[in-house]
């Protein structure tokens, strides 16, 4: 009786034991997105995809190598994700811990399972009835920023909220400005020590734009940069008269960041009116620039202004990328963008010298980039009344789909357009609210004007091709390269690609259903398999290698 | 009897019109009946430089029609500016006559080019086509309804021509049928394939991407067609449709066959029949 008496106290002790681990193993508290995480941008291990770009030098440059040239054509769907809203893709997902998080359009978001493609969790906002909302050219959204256990998203009535990651709930909704008067943000945050980097559209819309800094646990917001100066300030009497006030120059496409120099680059959106500028003479300042500005102050450090006085739309919202570079024998600390005026530039990112800057496509408007870093500009390309012929068209050379680069073999990809438009210009009155555009460009059409595209592998060096890959007509899909000489993209008409990043030639192809508009895929191990996530249309799909071996994660 | 017909369009349409505001429940509220920047000036000019790039690739820098309708008759013909202002918006369904949603096209966007539109519409009715629609049908049998269709009868190679008379302006449709237009409709485009054996398939290209062409033969069967699988895929520089000339079609002919394509109007949807 006794000796049953103390083998169930020992039973009852073990089992209150196990239970006690058990619910330690379930109560420890997930690993949450730290300031390092960030900085240290793609790990070795594939188990991260944190933001953006991929890291803060926006390289979308994987170090993964399970999937080759070799052996790219066995890769098999693992699973679909289907919105069921209205509206496509153009975002880049984020991973963390074998769970997807995605914005889509209309300020749908999900947490996705990375194993199945099932739901975690959905969030929906409530927006303003469509019909009130301004943002000019779709009503999407390009990915989530992560600090923490939150998610940051913009969202198209220009306010910037954080969720709870584990239940998609609003932690903190903060408004950036009025949308009834022509702002919206469709920008994927960036998250910079403890601060959230965002910036508005509504460059059509006569707004006044500017980056914003938010405290990440607060929201409350840090400090803003108008990307147009005020009275008193440096680069206001770039305006004619109030202009200033109405001048567009929006931000909605993610920028890069030094941790060194502690410097944020973004690339600022065209001045407003767009093609008729007589209401603002002058340079425009910082339309058309990319901007280095402090991470912890937002006080500008340096500009470069790729197009002064634009009068083809051509706004700088292309995605800059950093790297470490040796040009002329001497190592270069640089950032690269592929312009929408037809120009590739390469920036000293410590001063903002221009390096290189040569056209990657058929370039009309200018005959080169000066030494003093102005374009040398032609005669006859002013848009009227009657309409002037100019190349590039208003989309540009490219535009906010993510280029990539390889920093093994000092290569910058880009989808590129070879597209010519006639451009039209005439007085418009600023009404608040309302398109404020005085114009528009109308693509060339023609046997003398056939649009075309072709993926491009530009030595940033140079500004010379190494190689390209044609497509029957322009594509809008961003780049992911690989490690091992993989470079993933898309054409206009629906397929998903696969290239060898060190030719330019076509390995692998799926026909998706929908182009990449605006996406690049993302690449991650999970479960010992390297993933290929691809954005397209309404669909999420999941691609992986159909032999490759599961090998479950422990931790 | 034909004003039985109008009278059940009428009724069908507003009826749709109203099935369509219970759908979409976010269409706003009726615009106002006349256009509000009718005779302003600036209006005019802003609308002048919109309707030249949105709209004139298709209804002409002089909207006399192109490749769309002749739209400056729409005022003469008893359009009022609220339908008007309704079909820019909403376009029309089945036709090439895209919507204009806000927010990238607002209301006074399309008031401007209302406006502009007024300024170069005649303000009385053009003559009517001096043919013969009933002779024109004969000719109409005798050489077209081999590749165009209209309701149930003729070919499939060609467009469709059942609202061809809604949808092209006589101008234009002369132009296409004395073969003086030059360009294509998407989807007709002339294509011929040649197979490794070497064997010819000419037809019209219906899609195309970097790795296949999807095609109608000239037998009509439609078919997708691996380019691995092709020796050729040659884009034709000569429309699929024959040229007719005065030669083979008399100007009276002519005029005739276009006074009958101008009376096709659409297909009227019959009411259901009672059991």
Partial sequence: MKGRTSVRIVVAIIAALACLATLAAQSAPPPQVTAQELLNGLPADGSRWLMFGGSYANQRHSPLTQITPENVNRLAPQWVFQTDTAGRFETTPLLRDNVLYVTGPLNVAWAVDARTGRE???????LPPTGNLTACCGLVNRGFGVLGDRLFMTTLDAHLVALNMKTGGVVWDTALEDFSKGYASTIAPLVVKDKVIVGVAGGEYGIRGFIDAYDAKTGAR??????????????????????????????????????ELNLLYYGIGNPGPDYHSESRKGDNLYSDSLVALDADTGKLRWHYQFTPHDLHDWDATEVPILADLTIAGQPRKVVMFANRNGFFYTLDRTTGKLIVGKPYVVTTWAKEIGADGRPVILAGYVPDEKGSLTCPDATGATNFWPGSYDPAQHLFFVN????????YAWKQ???????????????????DNRAWGALRAIDPTTGERKW???????????????????????????????LDSRTGKLLWHFQMGSALHGTSPITYMLDGRQHVLVPAGTTLTAWALSDSPRVPATR | MRSIYFVLVVVIVAAANLLAQDVYLKIPADPPTKNPLEGNADAITAGMGAYRVRCADCHGMDARGI???????????????????RTIRN?????????????????????????YLKTISPTTAAAPGSGNATSGEHVFS????????????????????????????????????????GSFRTGYEPVTLTTPNGQEIQGVKKNEDLFSVQVMDTRERIQGYLREDLRTVSDEKKSAMPVFGPDKLSDADLDDLLSYLESLQGITPAPSSAR
Avoid at chain 1, 229 to 258: H, I, K, L
Avoid at chain 1, 416 to 423: G, N, P, Q
Avoid at chain 1, 430 to 435: H, N
Avoid at chain 2, 68 to 81: A, E, L, Y
Wanted: proline share 7%; glycine share 14%; hydrophobic share 35%.
């Fill in chain 1, 120 to 126: 975690i969790w959905r969030y929906k906002r409530e």
């Fill in chain 1, 468 to 498: 390209e890959f044609p497509y029957i007509s322009p594509s809008t899909a961003g780049v992911l390269t690989t490690a091992s000489g993989l470079a993933f993209s898309g054409d206009a008409e629906g397929n998903f690609l696969a």
């Fill in chain 2, 91 to 115: 376009g029309v369904p089945n036709t090439e006559m895209p919507a204009h949603p806000a927010p990238r096209t607002s209301d006074l966007d399309i008031w401007r080019i209302l406006a």
């Fill in chain 1, 416 to 423: 590129a357009r070879e597209v010519c438009a006639t451009f």
């Fill in chain 1, 222 to 259: 840090a400090w803003r940069f108008y990307t147009i100066p005020g009275p008193g300030e440096p680069g206001n009497d770039t305006w004619a008269g109030d202009s200033w006030q109405r001048g567009g120059a929006s931000v909605w496409v993610t920028g890069a960041y030094d941790p």
């Fill in chain 2, 142 to 181: 005798s050489n077209c309804i081999g590749c165009h269709r209209i309701g149930d009868r003729g070919g499939n190679l060609g467009p469709d021509l059942s609202r061809i008379g809604a949808a092209r302006a006589r101008a234009a449709m002369a132009r296409q049928i004395r073969g003086t237009m």
């Fill in chain 2, 67 to 85: 490749r769309g309708p002749d739209i400056s008759q729409v005022w003469v013909r008893g359009r009022t500016d609220a339908a008007l202002f």
């Fill in chain 1, 429 to 447: 009155e600023y009404v608040p609210g309302e398109r404020y555009t005085g114009g528009a460009g109308q693509r060339a059409t023609g046997p």
